[in-house]
C-alpha cells in the first residue's frame, strides 16, 4: 500500500486563502488487517487541516474497522471536520455509506473536479 500527499492549494489571491490537501490511499481493500497502517500514515497529515480530500479511487472493499479508521481520521481534523471521500464509484461501497448513514458525516464524490466544487461550496 502506498500513501500520496499533494498538496492542492485552492485558486484565489488572497494570502490567507485555505488549501486543500489530498491523501491518495493507493489501496483496494482497508480492513482490519491495514487500518493501523493507514492510521499512522494520515496521522501527522490531518493534525493541522479542517479540510482533506481522501483519494479512494482503487478502493473496492471496506470492512467496519475501516469505517471506524475514516471515523478516527475525520475526528483528527480541526474543526469543521470537513473529510470528502473521492473516487468511490463502487455501488456496494455506496450503499454501506448510506445504510450506515455514514453519507451524512462524510462528503462523498465521485472525481477530483466534484471534490473541489463541494470544497468551494463549503467556504
Not at 38 to 53: E, F, G, M, P, Y
Not at 97 to 107: E, K, P, W
Request: with cysteine; net charge neutral.
Amino acid at each position: 500500500m502506498k500513501l500520496k500527499l499533494n498538496p492542492f492549494s485552492k485558486p484565489k489571491a488572497e494570502k490567507n486563502s485555505p488549501s486543500i490537501k489530498v491523501i491518495t490511499i493507493d489501496c483496494e481493500r482497508i480492513s482490519l488487517a491495514n487500518s493501523e497502517e493507514i492510521r499512522a500514515q494520515c496521522d501527522t497529515q490531518l493534525n493541522d487541516q479542517s479540510t482533506v480530500i481522501l483519494d479512494l479511487k482503487k478502493l473496492h472493499f471496506i470492512d467496519s474497522s475501516g469505517l471506524g479508521l475514516l471515523v478516527s481520521l475525520r475526528k483528527m481534523m480541526l474543526p469543521p471536520q470537513n473529510l470528502i471521500l473521492e473516487g468511490i464509484t463502487d455501488p456496494v461501497i455506496r450503499e454501506l455509506f448510506s445504510l450506515t448513514r455514514m453519507d451524512q458525516i462524510f462528503i462523498l464524490s465521485k472525481d477530483r473536479e466534484e471534490s473541489v466544487q463541494r470544497f468551494y461550496n463549503l467556504s
